[in-house]
């Protein structure tokens, strides 16, 4: 069974830390993608990775970094997080055989 | 880049109706269309994923039609029942496959 997990569930900061999360999927997928979602706005891609160390900024890079140093894993790094950051953010994989992307059950971040 | 319109952003009708979500596209290079459906509090589940090749795509319990000329994809609902009520998102990809452009939301109530 297709799994992506991601790590914390909810999460809490003040403004001006610095926030990490955490993806993880099972099933060696080469591109791993992070969104955010906002009301009324769908999911916006923040980054795209294709594999190790192979990562493209999506629409909304600003303020985001990410890291990928084992395919299975697929981390977004907020430095400094700013309170407009509060939404939920979801981590995707997809196989290289197919189209779909299969998400993970999303962190939500308030930023206060 | 791709632009992704999705009506109506909320939708309510009684058990048994039916519901019609619609989504137009600007990309004429769109190759794959995508329905996800995402239950209140939850990741997002894929419902169908259609091809270009193919304009109508049933499921159990709705229908993808696929307007290529027209550049609209929508999603119908027969006969809706409670547990349908969810937001759904369309999601369209060019050829290659590695972007999916979202739809804004469509958040259905079925009512008993």
């Known amino acids: 069974d297709m799994k992506v997990t991601q790590m914390p569930r909810y999460l809490i900061k003040r403004m001006g830390e610095n926030v990490l999360l955490e993806c993880g999927q099972d099933?060696?997928?080469?591109?791993m993608y992070w969104y955010r979602q906002d009301p009324g706005l769908g999911l916006q891609l923040i980054y795209i990775s294709y594999d190790v160390d192979s990562n493209s900024e999506g629409d909304i890079p600003k303020g985001y970094r990410v890291s990928r140093k084992k395919r299975e894993h697929f981390s977004l790094i907020l430095d400094s997080a700013k309170t407009n950051q509060t939404s939920v953010y979801f981590c995707?994989?997809?196989?290289?055989?197919?189209?779909?992307?299969?998400f993970g059950p999303g962190t939500r971040l308030t930023v206060l | 880049g791709e632009q992704v319109e999705q009506r109506p952003p909320h939708l309510s009708v009684r058990e048994g109706d039916s519901a019609v979500i619609t989504c137009t596209y600007t990309?004429?290079?769109?190759?794959?269309f995508f329905w996800y459906k995402q239950e209140p509090g939850a990741s997002l589940q894929l419902l169908m994923k259609?091809?270009?090749?193919?304009e109508i795509n049933e499921g159990q319990g709705f229908t993808v039609l696929l307007n290529k000329k027209d550049k609209r994809l929508s999603l119908n609902l027969t006969a809706a029942h409670p547990g349908d009520s969810a937001a759904y998102f369309c999601?369209?990809?060019?050829?290659?496959?590695?972007?999916?452009?979202f739809g804004t939301g469509t958040k259905l109530q079925v009512v008993p």
């Open positions: 259609v091809f270009s090749s193919t």
């Open positions: 995707a994989s997809r196989p290289d055989w197919g189209y779909e992307q299969y």
């Open positions: 990309d004429p290079n769109s190759y794959y």
């Open positions: 999601a369209v990809s060019v050829h290659s496959g590695t972007y999916q452009r």
């Open positions: 099933m060696s997928h080469e591109t």
